[in-house]
């Protein structure tokens, strides 16, 4: 027997989550003796990711939404990397490691068909390339892959615009935005403090301000003197009130978050939605659970970029399963820098 | 000489506009016996359209925008048939029918240059086919092709979806609503009045209600119980808010007008934003003068249509083109049922 400390969901949230009200911890026992049936094995977390798209899952579940409620008073699940070891399926080997959506727990044990209904694949590349396993759940994982599809897919990007992006230290935007500078475009980004403005300015974007000390409608006018062609939206309410204003004709939104919004009892309203007709814009929303095919190929461009060390990728790291409450409300509040990601085994 | 009435643009408005203010009534003086530089050619209006996108143009002409805003103290234009009176031009000859947009003005002068500015082309198609001069500005006109273009090229349209159609008794709404239904769709609209509701149902509407009267979130639910697909957007404001929460994962907004914004001081802001992630909404703006090459197949098909008896098109006729004002500001109202020309002369 050993302790599998848990990470539950305890109770549906109104505004933003409190930790040891909404999110406690459990400490359960797991025999990892137990013999196993076929097709079950076990796994051991290394390292899980806290989003904020999780915000919208904390939730009754009969509501619908994209993402499937948790269930209160059972483990968390989220994108996590896994390594398995004990093994009663053909599918997977001691020591394999595992990407997909794993439960916030130590220990998990699943069979051939839950992994699958999981997303789990094997993902046994950062044993040899010498890439942090966080990173796979990061830049190479389900925020990178939405920074790349919606560059491509929504936002069609071409060399010669300029783009804004929103949130763009986080884990989504800061990897949008050194895509969008190598393939030619002016990039322009905000962040919530002077850190994190500085290491935009570091990673090649070609300007940044601090949306709670600037006037962003005015550092708007005076960074993208030629309008704004593509917005990563991450934000929502009066960020993308004002960007639509400063939006050029045939401009594309892409609708990936809304993170102001999320807290909120009553979400604000927006203005100046009249842009979108006279300039032409496309506003498209996406969520990247739809779009797995457009796994591989992002893999291969964004591993390669990393290892010709063309891509920097912040992150914080919290040492422990038991913090992950706090570092899931770090994101929300925006307290974290760069990607949130949680330790929970040594890797 | 001959008296040339003209429609000036006199003030611009903050909110609705007033007859005898902002717009005025001009007599002037025309000589239909001058003798005609080469290229030059003499029109008689015959039927001239007004259209909500026009308070848009009733603006400072500092502020840019799609269409250019009209000229303070000259006559305004827009989409008229016109005939040629008197030619010294080889493109057109007398008797010739024009589509384009004139000058609201019962003579005007043109040569080949201006008239190419105005996108002036012959259409004798009405001197044959039977089908009403004034068509030529609605259903086979700007709003018709307004109509085609965003159901197939923006709202990607398909058979067995829901389309819902706000002010769907206008000149847009009632021709979108006719092709959605001969293309296989439910189509459900809303219109501001038991007469226009009536007509809906009587030309092919699956279902349609008073937004004045009923309550349209309620309305929604019951008339769109396998939610929306495709809105096609007229109205803006609190209409958009409600319609985003019935909208179906993957729905398309055909971005076409905001009516009930363009005579607010201050427009509204609109909540339920965050649907576009969460549903993956695409919400697209259009402006139909960017689309001129989508005429030619638009009038083959609804002049076919038209011609199988298969589209009814209602309209309100003006006589005079004194009563223009009235004629457009009735349009901003909703006080004119289905398409509002203005009948400058006998035809």
Not at 9 to 34: M, Y
Not at 163 to 179: F, K, T
Not at 235 to 242: R, T
Request: glycine content about 10%; hydrophobic content about 40%; some cysteine.
């Amino acid at each position: 027997m050993v302790t599998n400390t848990q990470v539950i969901f305890s109770k549906v949230p109104s505004t933003f989550p409190v930790s040891g009200e909404h999110i406690t911890i459990n400490k359960s026992q797991f025999d990892l003796e137990a013999p196993l049936a076929e097709g079950e094995f076990i796994v051991k977390t290394l390292v899980l990711s806290v989003d904020p798209y999780m915000r919208g899952r904390m939730r009754d579940a009969s509501i619908k939404s994209y993402a499937p409620a948790f269930i209160l008073g059972q483990p968390m699940d989220g994108h996590s990397v896994m390594q398995v070891i004990k093994s009663n399926s053909v599918k997977t080997k001691e020591g394999d490691y595992l990407y997909g959506m794993g439960k916030f727990e130590e220990y998990t044990k699943w069979n051939d068909k839950t992994a699958s209904e999981q997303n789990l694949v094997v993902r046994n590349d950062p044993k040899s390339n010498g890439i942090p396993v966080s990173y796979y759940v990061g830049v190479l994982g389900m925020p990178g892959l939405t920074a790349h599809y919606g560059l491509y897919a929504i936002g069609n990007i071409k060399k010669g615009e300029t783009i804004y992006i929103s949130a763009a230290s986080g884990a989504v935007g800061q990897l949008a935005g050194q895509i969008s500078k190598a393939h030619g475009l002016r990039v322009v980004g905000s962040a919530g403090s002077a850190e994190k403005v500085a290491y935009l300015k570091e990673i090649g974007f070609d300007a940044a301000f601090n949306y709670k000390t600037d006037d962003t409608d005015a550092k708007l006018t005076e960074l993208c003197p030629n309008g704004v062609d593509v917005y990563f939206e991450n934000v929502g309410g009066k960020m993308l009130e004002i960007v639509l204003t400063h939006m050029n004709t045939f401009g594309r939104i892409i609708g990936c978050g809304m993170i102001s919004q999320y807290n909120l009892a009553k979400p604000e309203k927006v203005g100046n939605l009249m842009n979108i007709v006279s300039k032409r814009l496309k506003f498209e929303g996406f969520i990247i659970f739809d779009h797995p095919e457009a796994e591989s190929q992002f893999l291969k461009d964004v591993t390669q970029m990393i290892l010709d060390k063309k891509i920097r990728y912040q992150e914080t790291h919290t040492k422990g399963i038991e913090n992950t409450p706090e570092a899931l409300l770090d994101v929300l509040t925006g307290k974290n820098f760069g990607k949130q990601v949680v330790d929970v085994a040594n890797v």
